[in-house]
């Protein structure tokens, strides 16, 4: 079997306003990879891309092993399992009537699969979707997903204004799904919190342009905060910072624990620190 889950080379899309500019991303299996970036910043359109369902103006996607342009991609389709910000089922259906369409679209369809996360989530069999809460919404589309035996999960903001304990269920069901022989998470994301708890990988868009693609661990170990004198930051190489606050009192910058002198302190730096550095950095340039 292939390495990664999905390998992406070059991917290209261009608006009026805004272009996903040459994303080249890597998902290895028995990981999450969470794609964090503002809104705008291209992550939707990237899952939407990887599904073939937009036009690309350049690049390679393939899933799963399949180029996603080829005739092949159509069944390896089912092995997707795909939740959008914004699930869209009918308001008038309810989760039992959804289970019935459902049967009849996938082929590896799996009733009582689908019967069991329905329960686990506690999500009342005929009410309609209509009267959904956020979160109740999202649980379907997942309890969905989960059905149908998928490898690879397409996740897009899918604990997005969801009370915490919704959002750590949510997360501890991908987190273990990803687990199995064989499988894979995208979780796209601005709660960076969620990423960090979860995922192996960390990409992250800004602007449509990929700033980073690091394991998470790796880019934790590799960073740090450092408060300082504008004198003492001013004696560290230039690359070794990557954004700082320059405040009354002194200086915070995020810098690469490599190349600091032993008599600095450098803090630890969480992944949200990181990346509010980073884009305060490309902001200043």
Known sequence: MESNAIEIRGLTKRYKDFTLDHLDLDLPYGCVLGLVGENGAGKSTTIRLIMDALERDGGTVSVLGTDNRSREFLDRKEDV???LDGTFVPEVISARQ???????TFKNWDQAVYDGWISRFELPLDKKFKDYSRGMAMKLGIAAALSHHPRLLLL???TGGLDP???????????D????DGHAVLLSSHIVSDLERICDYIAFLHKG??????????LLDRYGIL???KEQLGNIPAEAVHGKRVG?????ALVERAFMPRDLVVDRANLEDIILYMVKEEKEK
């Open 81 to 83: 399992g795909v939740v």
């Open 98 to 104: 959804l289970g019935k369409v459902l049967a009849g």
């Open 156 to 158: 897009d903001e899918a």
């Open 165 to 175: 304990m919704v959002r750590e269920e949510l997360l501890e069901t991908f987190a």
């Open 177 to 180: 799904f990803a687990a199995q």
């Open 209 to 218: 342009k990929l700033v980073l693609c690091e394991e998470k661990d790796v």
């Open 227 to 229: 408060k300082c004198t």
């Open 248 to 252: 009354a009192y002194g200086v915070e």
